[in-house]
């Protein structure tokens, strides 16, 4: 008598059921394949440096050959990374001295030192000059070197960034590296980061110095000397308000006018300071061997086979990890597995094409991006190819993929001439291309394709989009999966929507490969200009 019920909730269920147990088309299973792998628990979240990446490594390196690829990383497929583990190996002594005398300069009360891997026993002593926020932004008419001298100088600058920027501009300028650089460029041999009001409110410096010893990643050239973004002006520390206050004692510039800048705006003023700071720090240094999985296929036409369109997508994570709900494996499905498997079944569809692009393409799979974009930024310092022979970089970086998409996120697209290429790949899939719905998490500097940006090179990443129930998944998966263990294979991945994207990415290589025109930077554009490649 219990037969009938339950048959009549099979007949119900059994649409549901039909619809669960579907069997993917082969361009699904292939999708899925190579996700199923890269981020299973075998593999232990793929952390660079170990032998988990070493072994996602040689599967990805395995795929290309059976694709047709040809090795692109010369003759070879991988090209050796030396990671740099670096931390300060002690806490500072430094000296302010003015008027004859020393002035008492407090290691976790007015400055916490910072690590310089390109100097592990690095000395400096000048005098200080304040240069506001240290930005130069001239479409914004913005230049807080503007009447000073730093050449030879200790340069002190604000921590974050001045109100009004656009996002993406904020978010390069919110990088102490970056505005380091603009002091080494003018002459200076050190820069201080000052600790501002919103900073000490956030995570201020007392916090910060018991923590200061954490380790930064970075990357040693072939020379074996550790890489950093300003050699010549390295960030030698942070600086407190209560330090600042020390710094700015006898100057004709007011710490106080500083302050009320900050917090009222108007005019920033910069300009010397009295006395000189002298600094020390020791760094220690430690090293581990990685390295990027490189394809290639050359191009066809004889004219434009030197030219080079690069495809790239992370392909580590961050490893094991602190347990949550008893799992310690931090998987890494979406974060990047899927972007790994986009750009081996792109390749193998243009393979399969039986038709070379006239342009050259480079398939690099990268290490270490969840260290600090390292493989990629290694790759842009010391390409396979000729420098300057690269002239785009389409990325493929954990597309959220659990929904029907709707539209498309381009990650730079406004700023080149691959934004409209996008954008037409994107409309002959149904979908739309729509403007980062979250410039607050400053994405444009956090993937890879902004490393090939710094070289001068067109690049852009394609994300998904909000449309539809996009933003509501997006939001999801970004606060309950994002570097957890739970972001593996059983989250509740839209193939369909897997194979879209694909054929987004394939469209966009295969028209920048074989278009007349070179990829190129929209005139004026601020980061082409500030990289040498606009116009």
């Known amino acids: ?44 979240g793929r952390e660079a440096g170990t032998r988990d990446f070493d ?69 400096a002593e000048a005098e200080v000059v304040f240069a506001g926020y240290g930005i130069v932004y001239p479409q914004g008419g913005q230049d807080d070197y503007k009447g000073i001298d730093v050449r030879g ?43 501002t009001v919103e900073r ?21 050239g072939p020379d074996g000397v550790a890489n950093a973004p300003s050699p010549q002006a390295p960030v030698v520390g942070m600086v407190s308000l209560a330090g600042a206050t020390k710094l700015f004692e006898g100057a004709k510039i007011r710490w106080s006018d500083v302050l009320a800048a900050q917090t009222k705006g108007g005019r920033m003023p910069t300009g010397a300071l009295t006395g000189t700071l002298a600094t020390a720090s020791k760094t220690r240094l430690s090293t581990r061997d990685s390295r990027n999985v490189i394809g290639r296929i050359e191009g066809s036409d004889p ?63 990268l290490t270490a991006e969840e260290k600090g974009l390292i493989g990629s930024d290694y790759f842009a310092h010391y390409p396979t190819v000729p420098k300057g022979t690269i002239v785009a970089d389409v990325n493929f970086d954990m597309p959220i993929l659990t929904y029907p998409l709707v539209d498309l996120v381009v990650l730079g697209g406004e700023r080149s001439s691959i934004g409209p290429v996008v954008a037409a790949a994107a409309k002959a899939e149904g979908l739309g291309v729509v403007p980062d719905p979250e410039p607050e998490e400053m994405f444009f500097v956090r993937s890879d394709h902004y490393s090939f940006v710094q070289a001068g090179i067109p690049a852009v990443s394609i994300e998904t989009g909000p449309g539809g129930t996009g933003g509501v998944v997006a939001r999801k998966f970004l606060d309950e999966h994002y570097h957890k263990p739970s972001d593996q294979i059983d989250l509740p991945f839209d193939w369909n929507a897997a194979v879209k994207y694909k054929h987004v990415g394939l469209a966009t290589v295969q028209a920048l490969a074989n278009g007349d ?13 500030l990289f040498g490649g606009a116009q």
Do not use: C
């Open 303 to 365: 004219a434009l086979q030197a030219q080079t369109v690069v495809l790239s997508a992370h392909l580590d994570h961050v490893g094991v990890g602190e347990p949550v709900k008893g799992d310690t494996i931090y998987n890494g499905a979406m974060d990047n597995a899927i972007g790994v498997s986009m750009l081996l079944e792109i390749a193998k569809a243009i393979r399969e094409s039986g038709k070379r692009p006239r342009r050259s393409l480079l398939f690099v799979a």
């Open 153 to 195: 100088k200790i340069v002190a600058v604000l921590d974050g960034t001045p109100a009004g920027l656009p996002n993406e501009v904020n978010a390069h300028f919110g990088d102490d590296g970056q505005k380091a650089r603009l002091a080494a460029a003018r002459g200076a041999k050190a820069v201080l980061v000052l600790e």
């Open 55 to 123: 072994v996602a490594a040689e599967y990805v390196a395995a795929r290309m050959l059976a694709i047709g690829l040809q090795p692109g990383a010369n003759g070879g497929w991988f090209q050796p990374v030396k990671l740099v583990t670096y931390r300060p190996a002690g806490k500072a002594a430094w000296t302010l001295k003015r008027g004859g005398k020393d002035v008492p300069f407090v290691f976790g009360k007015d400055f916490v030192n910072e690590p310089i891997p390109s100097a592990p026993d690095f000395k």
């Open 517 to 529: 025109a070179q990829p190129s930077w929209n005139k004026g554009d601020f980061f082409g200009t």
């Open 1 to 44: 008598m219990t037969f009938r019920p339950l048959f009549a909730l099979l007949l119900l269920a059994g649409p549901a059921l039909a619809q669960q147990a579907a069997p993917l088309t082969p361009e699904q299973a292939a999708i899925k394949a190579h996700v199923q792998f890269l981020a299973s628990d075998a593999l232990r």
């Open 200 to 220: 000490a409110k956030q995570f201020g410096l007392e916090v910060y110095a018991q923590f200061y010893a954490y380790p930064r990643t970075g990357w040693a």
